[in-house]
C-alpha cells in the first residue's frame, strides 16, 4: 500500500491564483481530513469528510473548499490564494470516525503565496 | 472545550540523556491521547496512544508515555535518547463533534539531540 499520498510536494502561487492540493489514500479508509501546520501553532484542522459525499469544517476553514467525490481521493481547493494561506498541508485519513481511531498522514505539501 | 498545551517549544538534550516532553490537555470529558513525531520534512508517525487500561502506554523507538487523569497530563519519556530522534513531537487530543472525530494537537516540541 502507498498509504496517504499527496501532490505536489512544493507550490508557489501569486496573490489571488487558485490551485487544488491532492490526497489519494489506498487503505479504504472512511474518514480523510486537510490539517495546515504553521510555526508555533500545531497542526489545525481546515475540513475533514466522515466518507464520499460528506464533508464538513473544521477550525480554519475559510478560504478552502474540498468535495469527496470516491472514497480513495480528498483534493483541497484555494480559490484565491493570499499569503496568509503561506503553510504547510497535511491530508490524514482513518478507517473510522470514532474515537481513538490512528490517522494517517501524507508527507505534505509546502505552499508558499506571495 | 478540549485543548492541548504543550509546555516547551524546544528541548536540547545530550546523546543519550532522558528526556521528558511534556503535554497537558483540559477536558470534561473522557479522552484519547496521542504522541505523533514529524521528522525533518516528513509527515506526522503515530508514537503512541492511550484510549483506556494501563496508564502506562509504551510506543515505537522506546518511547513511553504516562497518563495521568489527576494532573490532565500525558508526559512523553525515554531513558536514553538518540541522534536520531531528533524530530518535532507533538501531543494531541481527539474531540467528537457531531459524531465526528477530530485531533486537537498542542503546538508541538522541537527535541534536538546533542553529539
Known amino acids: 500500500n502507498a498509504g496517504v499520498t499527496q501532490t505536489p510536494k512544493f507550490q508557489v502561487l501569486k496573490t489571488g491564483q487558485s490551485m487544488t492540493l491532492q490526497c489519494a489514500q489506498d487503505?479504504?479508509?472512511?474518514?480523510m481530513s486537510w490539517y495546515r501546520q504553521d510555526p508555533g501553532m500545531g497542526l489545525r484542522l481546515i475540513h475533514y469528510?466522515?466518507?464520499?459525499?460528506?464533508?464538513d469544517q473544521g477550525e480554519v476553514p475559510n478560504g478552502y473548499n474540498v468535495s469527496r467525490s470516491t472514497t480513495e481521493d480528498f483534493p483541497l481547493r484555494l480559490l484565491s490564494a493570499a499569503p496568509s494561506q503561506t503553510s504547510v498541508y497535511f491530508c490524514?485519513?482513518?478507517?473510522?470516525?470514532?474515537?481513538?481511531?490512528?490517522?494517517?498522514f501524507g508527507p505534505g505539501t509546502r505552499l508558499t503565496v506571495t | 472545550a478540549q485543548s492541548v498545551t504543550q509546555l516547551d517549544s524546544q528541548v536540547p538534550v545530550f546523546e543519550e540523556a532522558p528526556v521528558e516532553l511534556r503535554c497537558n490537555y483540559s477536558?470534561?470529558?473522557?479522552?484519547?491521547l496521542f504522541w505523533y513525531v514529524q521528522y525533518p520534512n516528513q509527515g506526522l508517525q503515530l508514537l503512541l496512544k492511550?484510549?483506556?487500561?494501563?496508564?502506562l502506554v509504551k510506543g515505537i523507538n522506546g518511547f513511553e508515555a504516562e497518563f495521568n487523569k489527576s494532573q490532565t497530563s500525558f508526559h512523553l519519556r525515554k531513558p536514553s535518547v538518540h541522534i536520531s530522534d531528533t524530530a518535532e513531537y507533538f501531543c494531541?487530543?481527539?474531540?467528537?463533534?457531531?459524531?465526528?472525530?477530530?485531533?486537537?494537537f498542542g503546538q508541538g516540541t522541537r527535541l534536538t539531540i546533542n553529539p
Open positions: 490524514a485519513s482513518s478507517y473510522s470516525n470514532k474515537q481513538g481511531s490512528e490517522q494517517y
Open positions: 487503505m479504504n479508509h472512511e474518514y
Open positions: 469528510s466522515v466518507g464520499a459525499g460528506i464533508t
Open positions: 477536558s470534561s470529558v473522557s479522552v484519547y
Open positions: 492511550y484510549l483506556s487500561g494501563s496508564t
Open positions: 494531541a487530543v481527539t474531540l467528537l463533534i457531531q459524531g465526528a472525530q477530530k485531533l486537537v
